[in-house]
């Protein structure tokens, strides 16, 4: 018998974003259990009905997005028969308009279109068939999209670059060692959520979050860029930190990223040259061969600082008064998204160099809005993306979150900035990375 603990505890499962032990099939049921709840009773029934007849002919080696792929069908053929109604597939935004005030924990699933600028969707061999200069004009009127019609809607928008470095350090020279526990601490959390709603309604601080995303600004279990005006139906079906984070905004604002990713926003076009540019596909970066690998490492050695990252500050739905700023930031997809053999050498300077560059880009914009905000705390809440199914090592993200930390520390504490790294459930791969760092816990009141 199927309990809500037993839900509970597979929502918890699934929703850690740092466990890499879990099989995809075991990540499947939990994942699919977890969205058939949010439909009720009849929905529990007829989906575990038809996850069984399914799950009969799947070989536990599947791979995840196979196995994502048929949990999204089998969501979406059962919630049919629902009495909420759902979004025909139209290339416009959608919003719920003063539905937006309602509870997060409300089922919103009635969706009004929007009249916005029409949007095709981006062909899914973009980077393929495109140009890096063309991928970069591209880029370029993503960008001024998403500037605009987040201006619209009463939302700031910041496109954060990380900087030049005098000299790029090697990953296997780093050795961590003290950062300065007045600012660095690592903070339980039982789902960003809850989190953003909770920060929403703080006066007294300024919060940043980083969500773990993809360098299209999306979110998405495979390589797929959803379609204009489906993000927020898409996002609802990935019970993980990213979606969870953009889904505590307006619909709306959701919808707008989404679009701009159609559009071509890639935070790597600036790096990548013609011979490397499809090493990324749908915001996944994942080098296919050796040599790609190679001249991708020498790009990121070079060029990592034109990195691009998205800063969005909005007011999130239900009964919220305060901004709180996210920041979507991506990691190379290799683990069970790895699309050719290449060393681990290789995979751990891609997966440091991403990371360094990455939390680069997030202490500055924690130091940015720290100085447009003087008369409140800033709280600067960074995850390790990388870490879960993508396959990025703990030491590596550990040394490249270092080295940025380090860079930056004297100025965040001037400025009496705290940055506390969020571990689900105070366990997993992010708690051995805290661990590693050497933080201690943050707790309140203590």
């Known amino acids: 018998m199927i309990t809500k603990n037993t839900i509970d505890n597979l929502t918890s499962f699934i929703m850690d974003p740092s466990n890499n032990a879990r099989e995809p099939l075991t990540q499947g049921i939990a994942w699919t259990t977890t969205i058939i709840l949010g439909f ?41 028969n629902e009495t909420f109604e759902r979004t025909p597939n139209t290339h416009t935004a959608t ?67 990380p900087g030049k470095l005098s000299s790029c350090p090697k990953v296997d020279d780093v050795e961590i060692k003290h950062l300065d526990a007045k600012v660095f601490t690592w903070q339980n959390t039982n789902g960003v959520q809850g989190d953003i709603q909770a920060d929403g309604k703080n006066s007294d601080h300024v919060v940043l979050y980083g ?24 996002y609802r079906t990935d019970p993980t930190q990213g979606p969870g984070a953009q889904l505590q905004f307006p619909d709306e604002q959701v919808e707008i990223i989404n679009h701009a990713a159609n559009l071509g926003f890639n935070g790597l076009c600036e790096v990548l040259d013609d011979s490397t540019k499809n090493a990324v596909k749908h915001g996944y970066l994942t080098p296919k061969t050796e040599k790609s690998a190679s001249i991708v490492i020498e790009q990121l050695k070079a060029n990592g600082h034109k990195m691009e990252f998205p800063c969005i500050g909005n007011i999130p739905k239900g009964a919220n008064t305060e901004k709180v700023y996210e920041i979507l930031v991506a990691a190379p997809a290799f683990g069970i998204y790895s699309l050719g053999k290449i060393t681990d050498q290789k995979k751990k300077k891609i997966e440091f160099l991403c990371a360094l560059q990455s939390y680069r880009a997030q202490f500055q914009q924690a130091l940015k809005l720290a100085a447009l905000h003087p008369q409140k705390q800033l709280i600067f809440k960074p995850t390790a993306p990388g870490l879960g199914v ?23 504490i001037d400025k ?31």
């Open 416 to 446: 009496k900035i705290q940055v506390r790294l969020q571990v689900f459930q105070s366990r997993g791969s992010a708690r051995m990375m805290a661990n590693t760092l050497r933080l201690t816990q943050w707790i309140e009141g203590v």
């Open 211 to 234: 969500v773990a995303s993809q360098f299209n600004s999306c979110e998405a279990v495979s390589r797929f860029t959803p379609e204009p005006g489906t993000a927020v139906e898409t």
């Open 390 to 412: 993508f396959g990025n090592r703990v030491d590596n993200v550990a040394k490249a979150f270092y080295v940025a930390a380090k860079e930056y520390e004297s100025r965040l």
């Open 95 to 161: 919003t719920l308009g003063s539905e937006s005030l309602r509870s997060a924990s409300e089922p919103r699933l009635i969706h009004e279109p929007v009249e916005m600028m029409h949007i095709q969707k981006i062909d899914p061999e973009f980077t393929e068939v495109k140009s890096i200069i063309e991928q970069r004009e591209a880029h370029k009127n993503a960008k001024k999209y998403m500037q605009q019609e987040a201006e619209r809607i009463g939302a700031e928008v910041f496109f954060v670059l």
């Open 40 to 80: 009720g009773t009849i929905g529990i029934i007829q989906g575990l009905s038809a996850l069984w007849r399914k799950l009969r002919h799947i070989d536990q080696n599947d791979t995840h997005e196979k196995i994502s792929r048929l949990f999204q069908k089998i969501f979406s053929r059962n919630s049919a």
